[in-house]
């Protein structure tokens, strides 16, 4: 029987404040995030980091000095160990450590020789499921004569056990309240129009999943008073997808509202801070009486049981 390795990619984040100008490095010299030349994407890229340093570093001061994404991979990583005992597991990260070539010499030196690969995104984007998956082929490409047989999983979106563990989530984060007093909002990462308009499907499976938790929602009896979709994050003068959601936000009649990160798996800057910190100062701003935003699934039972069942039926 081949050796065989599970890998859990994502974007990553700094461990610590002095990665913090590493990661906006690597996410900013990323050719899946500024598409443009070479030549063009280092000068833009470079100025990019000058200005958004500092303000980063604060945000991540904030939420103790590194990203929360860090603990969340570890302890996903150690609960699908004990589960999956035949099979290597590790995370590799995109723009921090640890990077795609370290792990890939380590499972060569294992002989492994099936890696089955799950982007812990839920929506397939060329932003950040293609841009590990170019990651991942081109560290290999530098590791001689180690040519191992690679499976990818594209998107999850649409398999009930992600989406229950999402609903259990939802369901934690309502506790005590009801939630017909509530609007529930779906926050996903922002996209720039022009990357959907060249056939980036995300938007589209972003919808589809708010339409399964919507079925799902309803069959478990969980009745919000309206359910919102809405893009945080953007960056740039480029027009992104809408409605924004501090637009969304300004928009709703209702001051009780429940933020779900609809396209995260793993808390990290973005929910930790962005929705909870900065959005939650909007939300106050703008009289809202209750603004809650729910976890991601992180390590919750639901969640790695459905990633199990992903690798066994594809693997």
Partial sequence: ?????????????????????????NMFNDPRILTMPSF????????????????????????????????????????????LPDSEIYYVMRYTPPFALDILQRLKEKGVEEIFLLPLYPHFSTTTTASSFDDIDASLSKLNDYNPKIKRITSFYDHIGYNLSVIEKIK???????????????????????????????????????????????ESQIEFKNIHLAYQSKV?????????????????????V???????????SET?????????????????????????????DLFVKSLIDIYRQNS
């Avoid at 859990?8 to 490095?25: A, Q, S, T």
């Avoid at 106050?284 to 390590?299: A, M, P, Q, R, T």
Wanted: aromatic share 8%.
């Fill in 40 to 83: 063009f994407r280092k000068f833009v890229g470079s100025m990019i980091v000058k200005g958004r340093k500092e303000e980063a570093v604060s945000n991540y001061k904030a939420l103790g000095g590194k990203s929360p994404i860090v603990k969340h991979s570890e302890n996903l990583v150690e609960k699908l160990k004990n589960l």
């Fill in 172 to 218: 934690e984060a309502i506790k005590g309240e009801n939630p017909k007093e509530f609007d529930l909002i779906f926050s996903a990462h922002g996209l720039p129009q022009k990357m959907i308009d060249a056939g980036d499907p995300y938007q589209n499976q972003i919808e589809s999943n708010v339409k399964i938790l919507k079925d799902l929602l309803k």
């Fill in 272 to 300: 930790d801070y962005e929705l909870s910190i900065e959005y939650k100062d909007i939300a106050k701003k703008l009289g809202f009486e209750k603004y809650i935003v729910s976890k991601c699934v992180n390590d919750s």
């Fill in 258 to 268: 429940l933020i779900y990160p609809i396209s995260f798996t793993l808390d990290n």
């Fill in 236 to 256: 740039g003068p480029l027009k992104w997808l809408s409605p924004s959601l501090e637009e969304k936000l300004k928009e709703i009649e209702n001051k009780k």
């Fill in 1 to 25: 029987m081949s050796k065989k390795a599970l890998l859990l990619l994502n974007m990553g984040g700094p461990r610590n404040l002095d990665e913090v100008e590493l990661f906006l490095k």
